[in-house]
């Protein structure tokens, strides 16, 4: 018997943490000191990619029209706007928390279960929080950056945040595993179809798609998590570490100082 996409996960994290003290896997980058098993691991994710990912991501695309495309991405959009409705609370976020209530609250309503995106025509803006974000928030630091199997870019503890998130999301919660698995599945092409055209991009333009990809990533990520004020090269005592994925004034568990944001001169 198979085991389920959740296990398997969890099975992946497992792995990489053990992984992570292999000293004969350190990479010449300090946040990607496992970077030759990730490297490995991206490779494995390209060729699934080419062999099956990419093509039903094309395939959908053609046989759906926009607007239906369009209104299944607002449908999910919708749910996470769910969990970020939680993660905000979580981070004391009341203004973001109100905002994405308001969204899940007229989009499910008016937009018909949120295949209609009323809530941005209303400009009520969305803000994204996962519990990767929410961890960072209450000081638990990034750890290496890792490449999941199937799921690309992540770190340590963004790898955790996942498991909670897909665990927690609303489509998990149904009792029918067909229903669940049919919607898993059309969420996932979905999400490749609408990054054909950026991953064809990123594959064109980089001379070494992987270190590109990696550091795009940290740094959606930290700005994520600074809500698009990241600190400053200069904020941190040594440049030549990679930034503290954690955000500021907050309690870090790890005890890793996070200094506050310089002032900028008159």
Known sequence: MMLGWRCRLGLSIAALLLLQGCASLKGPDPSDPLEPLNRKVTAFNDVADDMVLRPVAILYGQALPTVVRKGISNFFSNQSDVMSFFNSLAQLKLEAAAKNAMRVGINTTLGIGGIIDWASEFSIDKHKEDFGQTMAFWGVSSGPYVVLPFFGPSTIRDSFGLYVDNKTDVNQQLRDTAAKNTLTLLRLTDKRERYLSLSDAVKQASLDP????????????????????????????????????????????????????KASSP
Do not use: S, W
């Open 210 to 261: 992987y270190t590109f990809t990696r550091d795009a990533f940290l740094q959606k990520r930290l700005n994520d998590i600074y809500d698009g004020n990241p600190p400053m090269l200069d904020d941190f005592e040594d440049p030549d570490q990679p930034a503290p994925m954690v955000a500021p004034n907050q309690p870090n568990v790890t005890g890793i100082k996070v200094p506050p944001k």
